[in-house]
């Protein structure tokens, strides 16, 4: 499939099963300079609070994501989408499926970090309304390399968000 551009690929999400992962540890070695092993997969999956899922266009693998469900938030600790089906919608489908897992009671935002030097990542969450909201210095064991903590907040019912009044006026 060549790289597909200005239209949506219709994918199935489902939650990621064993079988699924060598097309899953493809993309990743296909997306990553340091990409997550097999063992650091399984590791992350059988914790109790990790999820992850998958996005399937006929019958192969599109993309994945690996989330921690925390009591407030949601963490987005890994996400890529198959080289050959990037700006298709993919990914943009995946963040949703995760949106639509936030609540107006407990859990009300998703936090994610993004390489410094991942200007495609950094843009790509920016324009579904994620904000970059600390620098995290020297934030990878693997690199020196700095990361910024990326942050998206449901919100209020009506489109409301809560404003802290006493501190707007005190600035």
Same mark, same amino acid.
């Given at each position: 499939?060549?790289? !597909? &551009? @200005?239209?949506?690929?219709?994918?199935?999400?489902?939650?990621?099963?064993?079988?699924?992962?060598? #097309?899953?540890?493809?993309?990743?070695?296909? &997306?990553? #300079?340091?990409?997550? $092993?097999?063992?650091?997969? !399984?590791?992350?999956?059988?914790?109790?609070?990790?999820?992850?899922?998958?996005?399937?266009?006929?019958?192969?693998?599109?993309?994945?994501?690996?989330?921690?469900?925390?009591? *407030?938030?949601?963490?987005?600790?890994?996400?890529?989408?198959?080289?050959?089906?990037?700006?298709?919608?993919?990914? =943009?489908?995946?963040?949703?499926?995760? !949106? &639509? %897992?936030?609540?107006?009671?407990?859990?009300?935002?998703?936090?994610?970090?993004? =390489?410094?030097?991942?200007?495609?990542?950094? %843009?790509?969450? =920016?324009?579904?309304?994620? %904000?970059?909201?600390?620098?995290?210095?020297?934030?990878?064991?693997?690199? *020196?390399?700095?990361?910024?903590?990326?942050?998206? %907040? @449901? @919100?209020?019912?009506?489109?409301? $968000?809560? !404003?802290?009044?006493?501190?707007?006026?005190?600035?």
């Amino acid at each position: 499939m060549s790289q !597909v &551009s @200005q239209q949506t690929l219709p994918v199935h999400i489902r939650w990621m099963i064993r079988r699924d992962m060598q #097309e899953v540890l493809d993309i990743e070695s296909l &997306s990553f #300079e340091y990409a997550w $092993s097999e063992e650091e997969f !399984v590791k992350c999956l059988r914790e109790r609070n990790c999820i992850g899922m998958v996005a399937e266009h006929d019958d192969r693998i599109a993309g994945y994501m690996i989330y921690e469900i925390l009591n *407030t938030r949601l963490h987005l600790l890994n996400l890529a989408v198959a080289p050959s089906m990037r700006r298709a919608g993919v990914g =943009r489908q995946m963040i949703g499926k995760l !949106v &639509s %897992k936030l609540t107006h009671r407990r859990r009300r935002q998703i936090l994610l970090e993004v =390489r410094e030097t991942n200007l495609g990542a950094q %843009k790509f969450f =920016r324009n579904l309304d994620f %904000k970059a909201i600390s620098l995290l210095r020297d934030f990878y064991e693997d690199t *020196t390399e700095d990361a910024y903590l990326m942050q998206f %907040k @449901q @919100q209020e019912p009506g489109g409301f $968000s809560p !404003v802290n009044r006493i501190a707007r006026l005190a600035s």
